[in-house]
C-alpha cells in the first residue's frame, strides 16, 4: 500500500511517500510555525511524488497529522488529493 503522508502542524512542513516500510520519497521545508505551509503544500506534494516516480493515482492512502486546519482545506479543494 503507498501512502502520501503529510505534517503541517510543526514547524516543518513535511511530505513522504511510502510502501510497508520502505521511504520512497520525502521533502521537509523548514519556514517556522505554518508560515507559508498554505503556499508551498502543493508544490510540495507534486516535487516529493515525482522523487518517488508515483502519480497521486497511484496512491492508496493520505495520511496527515491531526493538527491545524490547512489540511483539510487542502484536500476538500484539491480533488486530485483524493485517490
Request: charged share 25%; hydrophobic share 40%.
Amino acid at each position: 500500500m503507498k501512502i502520501l503522508a503529510i505534517e503541517t502542524s510543526n514547524k516543518p512542513l513535511s511530505v513522504a511517500v511510502l510502501e510497508d516500510q520502505n521511504l520512497y520519497a520525502e521533502t521537509k521545508i523548514n519556514y517556522g510555525m505554518g508560515k507559508d505551509h498554505s503556499k508551498n503544500l502543493m508544490p510540495l506534494i507534486d516535487a516529493t511524488l515525482q522523487e518517488a516516480h508515483l502519480t497521486i493515482q497511484e496512491i492508496d492512502r493520505l495520511v496527515v497529522a491531526k493538527g491545524p486546519a490547512l489540511i483539510r482545506v487542502c484536500v476538500l479543494e484539491r480533488p486530485q488529493l483524493r485517490p
